[in-house]
């Protein structure tokens, strides 16, 4: 199933709202918004961030992602990254990352991209090494 991504618009809001399956996932995607994430609390975050950018599958919306901080020439550090559970385990995660990687260069010729990953979320820490991401820092919540 070819994969491909987009910009995001406020009409897929409510469908990654639908994405974060308990209050711990929505938390590690949007640590600033109270469960369940709704269609303003991701709008709320999208106009604090950049190039909000969903992966879909056979037109369908599997995925989203965004920059916290952009920086012309600097880091580039992705967030807002949640999957859907259907599409969980199929390379999709693997996919938008690499596609908001391609982003910080080709875009805004980041030098370095980075993303975060709380402790909690095991899942997260086992998944970015294996995207070439090694940790760098920690830092109390």
Same mark, same amino acid.
């Given at each position: ?29 949007? %640590? !600033? &918004? =109270? ?6 609390? $991701?709008? /709320?975050?999208?106009?604090?961030? +950049? ?33 859907? %559970? !259907? &599409? =969980? ?6 996919? $938008?990352? /690499?596609?908001?990687?391609?982003? +910080? ?37």
């Amino acid at each position: 199933m070819p994969l491909n991504h987009r910009p995001a618009t406020a009409e897929d809001f409510a469908t990654i709202c639908r994405f974060a399956q308990n209050a711990d996932e929505c938390f590690f995607a949007f %640590p !600033k &918004a =109270r469960y369940p994430l709704t269609p303003d609390q $991701l709008a /709320e975050a999208v106009a604090q961030r +950049a190039d909000a950018t969903v992966v879909e599958e056979d037109g369908q919306i599997v995925a989203f992602a965004n920059f916290y901080r952009w920086e012309p020439g600097g880091c580039c550090s992705i967030g807002n990254v949640i999957v859907s %559970p !259907k &599409a =969980r385990g199929h390379g999709v995660g693997r996919f $938008l990352i /690499e596609r908001m990687i391609d982003l +910080a260069f080709s875009k805004h010729h980041a030098a370095e991209v980075s993303v975060s990953c709380f402790n909690r979320n095991v899942a997260g820490l086992l998944f970015y090494p294996k995207l070439g991401f090694t940790p760098y820092a920690v830092e109390e919540r």
